[in-house]
């Protein structure tokens, strides 16, 4: 009977992660003027989240990974943050990697205002005959700026799944 009990309270409390929707920068968010755990941090990663999925086609299998991330810039010194760099294949079966959305949010005005990476702010490398790095450099960033952005790598390699890094 007691172990009973014991597992009824236990089915009552639940965990929820942390909410994060994509486009929904808070005032809050901009307004922190340092990181609570860190004061003397220049930038921190205040969400990353990353899914693997497989989609199949009529002819072959891909691999489809997406990455979610939200970086609030603290300092100058974070500027660094603003910029993401991911490396590919691209020998043989070559791997499709682009990024779907990628903003920079400001408070002006008490305001918040997006602004969108443009085109000019993606560069492809080639660094071999099988890597290149994909290259971004977020537009309008600032201190106090929060820059969201995703990616998505499409690869046939459906059986080489991606490492990922818990801590930075």
């Given at each position: 009977m007691r172990i009973i009990i014991i597992l009824l309270l236990l089915a009552g409390f639940?965990?929820?992660?942390q909410e994060f929707?994509?486009?929904k920068v808070s005032m809050e968010e901009l307004q922190q003027k340092f990181h609570p755990a860190d004061t003397s941090a220049p930038a921190a990663i205040l969400f990353k989240r990353g899914k693997s999925f497989f989609e199949i086609t009529s002819d072959r299998w891909f691999l489809v990974t997406e990455v979610e991330a939200r970086i609030k810039i603290y300092k100058k010194e974070g500027y660094e943050y603003a910029n993401e760099e991911i490396d590919y294949y691209t020998g043989g079966l070559s791997v499709k990697l682009y990024f779907t959305d990628a903003y920079t949010y400001n408070v002006v005005g008490g305001k918040i205002e997006k602004t969108k990476l443009r085109s000019d702010g993606e560069f492809d490398e080639k660094v071999n005959e099988n890597v290149s790095i994909k290259k971004i450099v977020m537009p309008n960033v600032k201190e106090g700026s929060v820059i969201e952005y995703k990616y998505?790598?499409?690869s046939p390699y459906f059986h080489?799944?991606?490492d990922w890094y818990?801590?930075?």
């Open positions: 639940s965990a929820t992660a929707k994509m486009g998505v790598i499409k080489e799944v991606n818990f801590q930075y």
